[in-house]
């Protein structure tokens, strides 16, 4: 449900800025509502976000099952 959560909010482009800035918070907030945290490797999730977005006909780089598959890599137990 969080890679769904990630992909969906960056991908839609709902607002004019900051889409996949509140992505990774609703992601985050989701997580923690649910007993676990996102690693969060700067270089790694602006890779993610940024890759959902296709732009001027361009297919974007990484879809829904990609979203899913980072969180799976990157969640962890909250401490």
């Given amino acids: 449900m969080a890679g769904l959560v990630l992909h969906r909010i960056a ?10 800035r509140t992505a990774v918070v609703a992601t985050t907030i989701f997580l ?7 690693r969060l490797d700067r270089t790694v999730v602006n890779d993610v976000v940024w890759g959902f977005a296709g732009s ?23 401490a």
């Fill in 11 to 20: 991908q839609g482009q709902f607002f004019i800025d900051g889409n996949k």
């Fill in 56 to 78: 001027d006909g361009v297919a974007a780089k990484y879809g829904q099952d990609d979203a899913v598959q980072f969180i799976f890599g990157n969640v962890l137990p909250r």
């Fill in 32 to 38: 923690r509502n649910h007993g676990l945290v996102l």
